[in-house]
């Protein structure tokens, strides 16, 4: 049985990023495409939000926020979603 590989999906660069429909292994990439994406339009506060659940987006998500070279500072959001999204402030590209 041949397995086909799905479609791209287009995710609008709009400074949020929802990970409730992407699966655990591709929210590293994921993230680090998306705050490149953000950094090239100019979007330097990026909020993403990844449930509350057991915590393990939340993980992967920080783990990746920690090694991103322009991430400035990220905190779980004091807003109503609480400590279901993270909101991300990204340095500008120095070159």
């Not at 990023?17 to 495409?33: K, N, R």
């Amino acid at each position: 049985m041949t397995q086909i590989d799905p479609e791209p999906v287009e995710i609008p660069i709009d400074g949020t990023l929802d990970l409730h429909t992407f699966a655990p292994g591709d929210v590293s990439s994921l993230v680090e495409e998306y705050l490149w994406a953000c950094l090239k339009k100019g979007i330097y506060e990026v909020r993403i939000i990844h449930g509350k659940g057991k915590g393990v987006l939340r993980r992967i998500v920080h783990a990746q926020l920690e090694k991103h070279p322009n991430v400035l500072d990220f905190s779980l959001d004091s807003g109503p979603s609480g400590w279901g999204a993270t909101v991300v402030h990204l340095r500008a590209n120095s070159s």
